[in-house]
């Protein structure tokens, strides 16, 4: 068993390996400040040529960092505080299980009562909109800082607890996708406190300080900013509730933690999924009734669709004789597992996928047509879960053999009814 553990190296690189990986630790922050600084301008065209960028000593300011640091300390005192449950996670490569702290949404009521209570004290929680540049900077730095925190930390860790898919000998590589599975102080587990909780709760307090200043400026709140920040606050609390789900996902199971989700959870999240709502504050739109009521419809059809196969499968996965898909059609794998053919993994082969991106772009939509840049989140999340379904494609071939292939001659669509 443990000659096992010890060759499980990764041996086939994603992103184009060490080259991508590089270009990648440079791309993504520069793409979200590019973001960030055209959706500041007048006409926030991505067609144009992007301005100078600021002085560097304006982006740096220790307010702004001290806001982020003390936001995610609050979020760590309120992950360890004994409110809520503990589950097991799936059985790692030792047959251990790790135990996991089930109080996100704890965590969202208690942050929201904060805000709450700063609104009532009359702080100005508008900074966040004047100073959105410079706390992104600080949740970049700190996602930086946590990133060589874990390599350096990995470097030390058991040759077992290393991630599939970030260990392949290359620093750069390792570093960008994570060299530990599951980086832990104590029982304090760094990469599934990420996941959901800073980036997360942050991203709707950050629309939730845009809906305040636009109130600010133009006296009341607009439709397209009350739709924007509902839905994504459905969307986030969804999460929470249904927390116990992430650990069965590839993020908790599969992928380490480095550079990628380190900077995707406390700064790319928070401040590129909030596209939309900074959008609003500085290109106000009008939206009439009959285009909000079928932004809405879309956004339901998108939550039931995503919702309803998200529970499907965690039903099945935990309890196959589960009442709610107990009926359901399905084909035995050699592994012992087996995989639904019918109700909605029966329509595509990820349905989830459809209905996130079905809402991803109603959010988009009360943003009006005038704009490229308020779609970039409808855009970018197509592209990262087409590249997602084709690395889970390729797990469960590995993991299924045939009986996948029976599955995708049944299930002939990948994420988009009768086009893709
Ligand atoms: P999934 O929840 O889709 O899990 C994929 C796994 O499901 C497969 O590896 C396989 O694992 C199992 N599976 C696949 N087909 C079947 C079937 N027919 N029957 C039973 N089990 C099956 O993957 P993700 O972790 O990528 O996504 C989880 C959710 O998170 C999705 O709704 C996604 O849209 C969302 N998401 C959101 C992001 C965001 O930034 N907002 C980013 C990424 C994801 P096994 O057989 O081993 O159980």
């Known amino acids: 068993m443990t000659d096992k553990i010890k060759t499980l190296k990764t041996r086939e690189y994603e992103v184009c390996g060490p080259i991508g990986a590089l270009l990648l630790l440079f791309l993504i922050p520069g793409t979200l400040f ?36 003390v936001w995610f300390s609050l979020q760590a005192v309120l992950y360890v505080l004994p409110l809520g449950t503990v589950v097991e996670g799936i059985p790692l490569k030792d047959n251990t299980r790790l135990k996991y702290k089930i109080n996100a949404f704890h965590a969202m009521v208690v942050s929201f009562l904060l805000a709450g209570l700063a609104l009532a004290l009359g702080m100005p929680l508008s900074y966040v909109y004047d100073h959105f540049l410079q706390l992104a900077v600080g949740a970049g730095f700190l996602g930086l800082a946590l990133s060589i925190f874990m390599y350096v930390k990995a470097l030390t860790a058991l040759e077992s607890a290393l991630a599939p898919g970030g ?46 200043k636009e109130i600010e400026l133009r006296g009341s709140a607009s439709l397209s900013m009350i739709l924007v920040c509902v839905f994504q606050a459905i969307y986030v609390m ?5 927390e116990e789900a992430i650990l069965t996902t590839m993020n908790i199971f599969y992928e380490g933690f480095g550079f990628y989700l380190a900077f995707g959870d406390l700064c790319w999240i928070p401040f590129t999924y909030s596209l939309q709502a900074y959008f609003l504050v500085s290109h106000p739109q009008e939206l009439g009734t009959l285009a909000a009521v079928g932004i809405l419809l879309l956004n339901t059809v998108g939550y039931i669709i995503f919702r309803g196969s998200n529970s499907q499968k965690n039903a099945f996965r935990r309890n196959p004789s589960d009442p709610r898909v107990a009926g359901f059609e399905t084909i035995p794998t050699a592994t012992g597992k087996r995989l639904l053919v019918s109700g909605w993994w029966g329509m595509v082969r990820h349905p989830n996928y459809l209905g996130d991106l079905i809402m991803a772009l109603a959010w988009c939509l009360p943003c009006g047509y005038t ?14 879960l087409i590249h997602r379904e084709a690395r889970d ?17 049944r299930v002939p669509y990948r994420i988009f009814p009768y086009i893709y």
């Not at 800073?198 to 950050?206: A, K």
């Not at 969804?238 to 249904?242: E, F, H, K, V």
């Open 167 to 212: 260990n392949s000998g290359n620093p750069i590589y390792d570093f960008f996708m994570g060299h530990e599975l599951n980086p832990r102080i104590g029982s304090f587990d760094l990469k599934y406190f990420c996941e959901l909780r800073p980036g997360l709760i942050g991203w709707c307090l950050i629309n939730l300080c845009f809906l305040v």
């Open 34 to 69: 590019y973001l960030l600084l055209t959706c500041n301008t007048e006409d926030a065209s991505m067609l144009s040529v992007p301005g100078p960028l600021p002085p560097l000593e304006t982006l740096w300011d220790s307010t702004a960092v001290t806001i982020v640091l």
């Open 393 to 409: 494609e390729h797990q469960c071939m590995k993991k299924y053999g045939l009986a996948w292939q029976e599955y995708c001659k």
């Open 371 to 384: 704009h490229i840049l308020p779609y970039f989140y409808v855009i970018y999340f197509t592209v990262h």
């Open 238 to 242: 969804d999460a929470l509730w249904n």
